[in-house]
């Protein structure tokens, strides 16, 4: 079992910048497929980006068109999202995802494959 804790959202305008981290506990951090979701008012929670063991491959929703870069550090059991270019659109709360994915490498888009989840991370951007 894992759990995660996010941190690093914040208050930003519109055009700026924030790197979102999520701190895993627990062991074989290098097993899990780790993902960031989000969650807007009154909206379902969508997908964002999504990184696999090896980090050799990332997914990222459409709508991030190359602002967002997800990486994750092993040995230090955390993954990052670097956020640029922030638009007032952007405002949600982020979530943090985790699911042991054993040998398999690849990353997962789907909520529901997640089994872990983090208490989320409010990103606001002003415009």
């Known amino acids: 079992q894992v759990q995660l804790v996010e941190s690093g959202g914040g208050l930003v305008q519109a055009g700026g910048s924030l790197r979102l981290s999520c701190a895993a506990s627990?062991?074989?951090?290098?097993?899990?497929?780790m993902g960031w979701f989000r969650q807007a008012p009154g909206l379902e929670r969508e997908f964002v980006a999504a990184?696999?063991?090896?980090?050799?491959?990332?997914n990222y929703g459409d709508f991030v068109k190359g602002r967002f870069t997800i990486s994750r550090d092993n040995a230090k059991n955390t993954v990052y999202l670097q956020m640029n270019n922030l638009k007032p659109e952007d405002t949600a709360v982020y979530y943090c995802?985790?699911?042991?994915?054993?040998?398999?490498?690849?990353?997962?888009?789907?909520?529901?494959?997640?089994?872990?989840w983090g208490q989320g991370t409010q990103v606001t951007v002003s415009s």
């Open positions: 990184i696999s063991r090896d980090s050799d491959t990332t």
């Open positions: 627990g062991r074989s951090f290098t097993t899990y497929i």
């Open positions: 995802a985790a699911v042991n994915a054993g040998h398999l490498l690849g990353v997962f888009t789907s909520q529901w494959r997640y089994d872990y």
